[in-house]
């Protein structure tokens, strides 16, 4: 009896965790500033552009893989828009030209329930072209979506042929694959000799490398709560590799030509000293610094 009772408790303790965490997704997915994003992901392909060029040229009429180019696909939309022959690939279905049920199904398939609700709501609310007409708005040039390659691969197996590609490009994927150095690897392969790849990594220690969609606010999600074992479960898949983890799969396969440090000292009002003890394994500037960005280069002649 007593336990079927811890049972039942147990069982009453996981739904409600799942309830809330349900609640936690659809008030984010509602919440989302479509406009926002579309200007925020403007500025990445701007960064993207000043980043690359001194190294690529200009950013036109080249071979260009996005990896993980999400369900909306700005890079490769941006890219193969200015005169590039851009193919974005992502584990999400994404289906330019399917009908809505299809795509509600394959996205239930390979993202599962999160992945259908966050596509159905986005088709019915009419997100899509809101943030279509929101890029459009503040691009120079017209969306080209006619021609655009987009398809459903993994970076840890790339089904392109050896040396085909002129530029990759990766922005927050890497910190969700599991076998980076595979995915490095295959990123090496397809490289074309001297070809050249920039890839942005959200670090799992920075204060927001949990990916809690509340954890800007100490109120709700602990600072650090995803390294300090405050009961915070992880949203999405992370792999929790570390900044010198990643330099070092980088390095056994490409030189690296640039590292940047990007948004640091996010969190410096709350890294209190207690926390810098309980954390001490980590350092004071891998937990204030959210992205890092390499500029790696193929050897060739």
């Given at each position: 009896m007593a336990a079927q009772k811890t049972?039942?408790?147990?069982?009453?303790?996981?739904?409600?965790?799942?309830?809330v965490q349900l609640i936690s997704f659809f008030r984010a997915v509602a919440s989302t500033d479509l406009v926002s994003m579309a200007e925020d992901d403007h500025g990445q392909f701007l960064t993207l552009k000043r980043i690359l060029e001194p190294h690529v040229g200009q950013l036109k009429q080249k071979v260009i893989l996005d990896i993980g180019c999400g369900r909306l696909f700005p890079m490769t939309l941006l890219l193969h828009s200015c005169g590039n022959s851009a193919t974005g690939i992502d584990t999400a279905y994404i289906g330019l030209d399917a009908p809505f049920a299809k795509r509600w199904w394959k996205s239930w398939v390979t993202g599962g329930f999160y992945g259908f609700a966050r596509e159905a709501f986005l088709d019915l609310s009419r997100?899509?072209?809101?943030?279509?007409?929101?890029?459009?708005?503040?691009?120079?040039?017209?969306?080209v979506f006619k021609g655009l390659d987009v398809r459903l691969m993994n970076a840890e197996k790339l089904e392109l042929p050896d040396n085909s590609v002129d530029v990759g490009v990766s922005i927050d994927v890497l910190e969700h694959i599991s076998d980076v150095g595979k995915a490095v690897a295959e990123l090496n392969r397809v490289l074309k000799p001297r070809g050249i790849a920039y890839v942005r990594i959200h670090l799992f220690s920075s204060i927001?490398?949990?990916h809690h969609p509340q954890w800007a606010d100490p109120e709700k999600v602990p600072p650090w709560a995803h390294l300090r074992g405050k009961g915070h479960t992880l949203p999405v898949r992370l792999n929790r590799l570390r900044r010198e983890e990643y330099l070092s799969l980088f390095e056994q396969q490409f030189g690296i030509l640039q590292v940047l440090e990007i948004d640091k000292g996010v969190g410096q009002d709350l890294l209190t000293p207690e926390i810098s003890s309980e954390l001490q394994q980590y350092s004071e500037e891998e937990l204030l610094t959210t992205f890092i960005g390499l500029v790696v280069g193929k050897p060739g002649s």
């Open positions: 049972a039942a408790v147990s069982g009453i303790r996981s739904w409600l965790c799942s309830y997100g899509h072209q809101r943030y279509y007409r929101t890029l459009q708005d503040l691009v120079d040039f017209p969306l927001s490398g949990g």
